[in-house]
Structures are given as C-alpha cells and as structure tokens.
C-alpha cells in the first residue's frame, strides 16, 4: 500500500523558516521522481518544486531562490526547505509521486505564514 506522509507545517512570520518532510511507503522510494505542490484556498493545485531520482531539480519561479527540495533515500524522506517565507505561501502542501501511471498525494500540511 502506498503511503505518503507530510510533516513539518505550522504558523510562521513572514521572513521566517520551516523544513517540510514527506515519508514514503509501499513504494521503491529511490526509483522515484517526487515532488511538492501546494494549493491556496480558492486557487488550483500547483507544482512548487520536484527532483528527479538523480537528484536534479526544478522550481517555480514564484520560490526559486528560497525554497530547496531536497531527498534522503535511505531514510524514505523527501524534504523542503523553505526560507524567506511570504504570506503568499500560505497554502497546503502535498508530497507528490507517480507510481505505474496513477499520481499518489499524502494528506497535506498547513504552512501560514503572518504578515
């Protein structure tokens, strides 16, 4: 069973930090392309960042430079690290893989951040 748990959210001040972590489960953890997205109340999911299983990454514009996804096979963990936080940030974000075709989330996190 594939299983996908997010940790790490919680209320920051704006210009703060937080470290976001997604354990995975039930699936060949290091074979796979992960990824985080977010989603606003009232806007559509979208991609924050991802990494390949060789480790390359790609961002939105909206947090290169302050956001950094990064892996821990052996540990089963994806992270992000996201610093210089904006209120804009605000969301639920989800960890993100695709196993035999069909896209797997976890429950999501609450990151807030206060102006």
């Known amino acids: 069973q594939v299983q996908l748990v997010e940790s790490g959210g919680g209320l920051v001040q704006a210009g703060g930090s937080l470290r976001l972590s997604c354990v995975g489960s039930?699936?060949?953890?290091?074979?796979?392309?992960m990824a985080w997205y977010r989603q606003a109340p009232g806007k559509q999911r979208e991609l924050v960042a991802a990494i390949t299983t060789g480790g390359s990454t790609n961002y939105a514009d909206s947090v290169k430079g302050r956001f950094t996804i990064s892996r821990d096979n052996a540990k089963r963990t994806l992270y992000l690290q996201m610093n210089s936080l904006k209120p804009e940030d605000t969301a639920v974000y989800y960890c993100n893989t695709d196993v035999g075709g069909i896209l797997r989330w976890g429950q999501g996190t609450q990151v807030t951040v206060s102006s």
């Open positions: 039930g699936i060949l953890f290091s074979f796979r392309a």
